[in-house]
């Protein structure tokens, strides 16, 4: 049996996310922490939005991976405050998403939702040139944009910046 608070936020942090299953919920900063109380152990997610349709999976993905680990006692919550941002996804989360064809959202963006156009310059992750656009800001999730690159003429998602 796992005891350890360590213990369960790795266990937690290795769950996948079920709509971009190259990162962990870790990776994009969606678990945004594990604390342990005796043989409780509660694991606060963060979802990339409120109305986003995942969380359910992810916390019922999150309470099954602690209790295969031997966790009797455990309680997935929101948490809301403070909002999830692109800023939360690790470095290594954004290598992942570019290494499975989706350009990553730049990092360093103010935490705020942009309502107008966001950052022109993406680059492809096929072949790596800016010479891309957005097709429809509405991609296969709600956090996705579709974009082609003009060098390639390859499509390829884009997370949206938040």
Do not use: N
Request: glycine share 8%; hydrophobic share 40%; aromatic share 4%.
């Amino acid at each position: 049996m796992v005891t350890t608070a360590t213990s369960a936020w790795e266990v937690a942090a290795a769950v996948p996310d079920p709509e971009l299953p190259m990162v962990t919920l870790a990776d994009l900063g969606v678990l945004a922490g594990v604390e342990q109380d005796g043989d409780r152990v509660t694991a606060w997610i963060t979802p990339t939005y409120s109305g986003c349709p995942a969380v359910a999976e992810m916390a019922s993905d999150v309470d099954a991976r602690l209790r295969a680990a031997g966790f009797t006692e455990v309680a997935v919550r929101l948490r809301l405050d403070p909002p999830w941002s692109t800023d939360r996804i690790s470095e290594d989360g954004r290598r992942k998403l570019a290494e499975a064809g989706i350009a990553p959202p730049h990092p360093g963006g103010s935490g705020l939702l942009r309502l107008g156009p966001t950052r022109r310059s993406v680059a492809c992750p096929q072949c790596g040139s800016t010479d891309t656009e957005e097709l429809s800001r509405f991609g296969s999730t709600a956090c996705k944009a579709l974009w082609r690159c003009r060098a390639c003429r390859e499509p390829f998602d884009r997370i949206k910046e938040i």
